[in-house]
């Protein structure tokens, strides 16, 4: 970790554009040279040793020699890590580290493998996105309002440090030394972050970063979900967090020894910091442009803004005024795959240019060939995609996933020199589905957005969703779940639930429903709070707020997610469009 830490003492943001110019103009050459580093590093390994690769390393052989696997298969693999075997099972290097995937998708955090190569992959794609991001949007010495939350770091039955890969990475002293050479200043204090309790943590976070409200320079969280999350929240304790600041005395609701005594460092009186945030939250219509008004310095909001994050971005602007988002980049517990070199684009445009050295990546070409895994085609190699395509991601990395199905989708977009740059566009396990339909989460949040339209009409707004199919009934139906904010009334709400049945485009659920294959979409509006429920479920399994990700297609397994909508739905609608 030393060499680690040195590296960053210092970030010369010329020569890490320098750097990244190089290694993609010959992507397919640095791609091999990756994946012989990979396989001379760990051909020792059990699991590689098993398939018969007797030390080759070249593209051809491992294609040849290694499957495509998804988790389940390197599950036992995994289990024996976590469980204390320290021999060579799929790096010839002992995993220090169990990564803890947020379980929003599966239901259960899976356990995946972490070590000093991930992480400096990991400041890899922080100092290239930080580089272009600060050529476009330079950022003077001060401050960052970031709202990081650490959940707890456990320990498995082998004695492996265990937590999600945000915990994993913010307890490290080389991830510390990183932020501080790319101006990261968090404004809160180390205990806030690592707080017992998030709610605590929140609060602490929105008051240090009023407290230097002027040297705030951009706000970030690892999710839009935590920053839109952060300032609802703001809008419920702002008269209290001025009061903290007239008296400059903390809030009894901060019970946390640690937490208040590191703000006790923090908080002193200051009668006109208090008058002068009063009046101007008092001053806002409907909390438009809250961003800049609390934070006149600001000049972006930042975090991960795609995918499942997307339909977030209203409300986000919403506080956000005229202050630039950006999407940070693209990644997933098993690793990293692209920087966002292009930070000018809006978050529903954002690309990921993908960084060749810093695993072997294939594609899946997926065409119509969407759900049909028995018969799908050979996956191309880094450089050979093609612009307009869609994939599906295959990962090898230093920390001893080989061939490993991410689930994702991606589009490509463009080249980068000779690297891809790649749009998500969904994750392919989650898919509503009862006959010959197939409509992926992205295709949900278009319905979703378009009958939300109807609510914003009324003043009202969709606070979040989630959806399941229904096959208890003959025929199966899709099931919405709404929370709303505010009270629209029964014609908006049946009018909403026809224009969801209305909205979803494919080809195979219209032919359904006009044959009654499929039934009538129903419509459930859950009482206030149900989401922040489900959060709190899955904080209850050890899961950080700021990996968190509402589960928009609830799987089988996923039985109390399920439990907790149900049980908090206040009304019922059936469409009618058909």
């Known amino acids: 970790m030393k060499m680690l830490e040195k590296k960053m003492e210092k970030i010369n943001i010329d020569k890490v554009i320098e750097e990244f110019e190089a290694i993609t103009k010959d992507a397919e050459r640095v791609q091999i040279e990756t994946l012989k580093k990979i396989l001379e590093e760990n051909g020792c390994a059990e699991y590689l040793q098993n398939l018969g690769l007797n030390g080759l390393t070249d593209p051809e052989s491992f294609r040849d020699y290694v499957p495509i696997v998804t988790h389940k298969e390197l599950e036992p693999y995994i ?18 580290t169990i990564s803890l995937s947020s379980g929003t998708t599966q239901g259960k955090p899976k356990y995946l493998p972490f070590n000093d190569d991930l992480m400096e992959n990991t400041l890899q794609i922080y100092r290239t996105s930080f580089a272009f991001r600060n050529r476009e949007f330079p950022t003077v010495d ?13 320990r498995t039955k082998g004695g492996l440090a265990a937590g999600t890969a945000t915990t994993n990475l913010f307890r490290s002293s080389c991830y510390k030394n990183a932020v501080r050479a790319m101006k990261f200043n968090c404004c809160s204090p180390d205990e806030v972050i690592f707080g017992s309790d998030f709610h605590q943590s929140l609060y602490c976070h929105l008051l240090c970063g009023l407290i230097v409200r002027e040297e705030i320079q951009f706000v970030f969280s690892t999710f839009a979900h935590s920053i839109v999350l952060a300032f609802r929240t703001f809008e419920q304790v702002w008269e209290e967090l001025c009061d903290n600041i007239r008296d400059g005395m903390l809030s009894s609701r901060v019970t946390d020894p640690s937490i208040r005594n590191a703000m006790s460092q923090v908080l002193k009186p200051n009668f006109e910091l208090a008058e002068l945030i009063h009046k101007k939250c008092s001053g806002l219509s409907n909390w438009y442009g809250l961003i800049p008004e609390l934070f006149p310095n600001v000049k972006y909001v930042y975090g991960i803004m795609t995918g499942s994050m997307e339909p977030y971005l209203k409300k986000l602007r919403h506080y956000a005024g005229d202050i630039p988002l950006l999407s940070a980049d693209y990644g997933a517990t098993e690793g990293w795959i692209g920087a966002n070199v292009n930070p000018k684009l809006s978050p529903e445009s954002a690309t990921f240019a993908v960084l060749p050295n810093i695993g072997y990546f294939e594609f899946i070409p997926l065409g119509d060939n969407v759900e049909n895994i028995y018969t799908e085609p050979k996956p191309v190699g880094l450089t050979e995609v093609k612009i307009g395509e869609e994939y599906e991601i295959i990962v090898t990395n230093f920390a001893g996933l080989y061939r490993y199905r991410l689930g994702d989708v991606v589009k490509v977009m463009g080249f980068h020199n000779s690297t891809p740059e790649l749009k998500f566009v969904y ?90 294959a499929i039934g009538p979409l129903e419509l459930r509006v859950v009482r ?30 996923n039985n109390v997610v399920l439990q907790i909508l149900s049980s908090n739905v206040a009304k019922t609608y059936r469409s009618n469009a058909f």
Request: charged fraction near 25%; aromatic fraction near 8%.
């Open 79 to 96: 289990q024996r890590i976590a469980d204390g075997d320290s021999s060579s099972v799929l790096t010839r290097k002992p995993i220090t």
């Open 142 to 154: 001060g401050k960052a309002l970031l709202f990081n939350f650490s959940g707890k770091q456990s």
């Open 427 to 516: 994750r392919r396990s989650l898919l509503l589905t009862i006959n010959i339909d197939k409509n992926t989460e992205k295709d949900l949040q278009l319905s979703v957005e378009e009958a939300a339209r109807l609510l914003a009409e009324e003043k009202l707004e969709l606070v979040d969703f989630s959806s399941i199919v229904d096959l208890s009934t003959d025929p199966g139906h899709y099931v919405i779940f709404w929370e709303i904010n505010g009270e629209p009334t029964e014609e908006v709400l049946q009018e909403c639930c026809n224009c969801l049945d209305r909205s979803f485009l494919d080809a195979g659920y219209i032919s359904s429903r006009k044959i009654n």
């Open 528 to 557: 206030r709070g149900t989401f922040q429920k489900i959060l709190y479920h899955y904080l209850g399994l050890g899961a950080a707020v700021s990996q968190f990700k509402t589960p928009r297609c609830i799987g089988p397994a």
